[in-house]
């Protein structure tokens, strides 16, 4: 029964490092140009981000070559401020915008980087391990209508429901 289970959860561990059936990794990806602050102006519901406003990523090297995450959100019902510290790692080269991030120990989930704006990395479309997690990250509060319906474009192409996405206040 213990062996059982432990085969479960490393197979369930492994899901977690899925991407939706359409979604591809950028490839060409650079990290040192991808490292910084990051605005959240739009995502997918999901518990360990409900109510929160003014919601940031910043993401710094570590000295195991891995990226340092520092989320950041403004909880307007504890009206305070909350904040989630974890790390991310290539799932496959440095190369393709495929990481696996954790904020709990062991346990990785994906963050798959799909869209890019090449010249500046001045927008970000991410990916989960599934159609139930996504984001569209900016350097900026706010991005260009453009921007935005073209992520929505994407993201409904790629069978995430575009009707649910939350538009987070960065005012």
């Known amino acids: 029964?213990?062996?059982?289970?432990?085969?479960?959860?490393?197979?369930?561990?492994?899901?977690?490092?899925?991407?939706?059936?359409?979604?591809?990794?950028?490839?060409?990806?650079?990290?040192?140009?991808?490292?910084g602050k990051w605005y959240e102006i739009a995502r997918l519901d999901h518990s360990f981000e409900r109510g929160l406003t003014h919601v940031t990523a910043e993401y710094t090297l570590r000295e195991d070559g891995g990226v340092s995450v520092l989320n950041r959100g403004y909880s307007?019902?504890?009206?305070?401020?909350?904040?989630?510290?974890?790390?991310?790692?290539?799932?496959?080269?440095?190369?393709?915008?495929y990481l696996?991030?954790?904020?709990?120990?062991?346990?990785?989930?994906?963050?798959?980087?799909?869209?890019?704006?090449?010249?500046?990395?001045?927008?970000?479309?991410?990916s989960g391990p599934n159609n139930d997690y996504l984001w569209l990250l900016s350097r900026t509060p706010t991005v260009a209508t453009e921007v935005l319906e073209k992520f929505k474009r994407l993201a409904e192409q790629n069978g995430f429901d575009t009707e649910q996405l939350i538009y987070v206040d960065q005012k």
């Open 76 to 97: 307007i019902e504890s009206k305070e401020w909350q904040e989630a510290i974890g790390k991310a790692y290539f799932v496959d080269s440095t190369n393709k915008g």
């Open 100 to 126: 696996k991030v954790s904020f709990f120990g062991p346990f990785y989930g994906s963050y798959v980087v799909f869209e890019l704006e090449q010249s500046n990395y001045d927008y970000a479309f991410v």
């Open 1 to 35: 029964m213990r062996k059982a289970l432990v085969i479960v959860t490393l197979l369930s561990l492994a899901g977690c490092l899925g991407m939706p059936q359409t979604i591809e990794p950028v490839s060409n990806f650079k990290l040192n140009q991808y490292l």
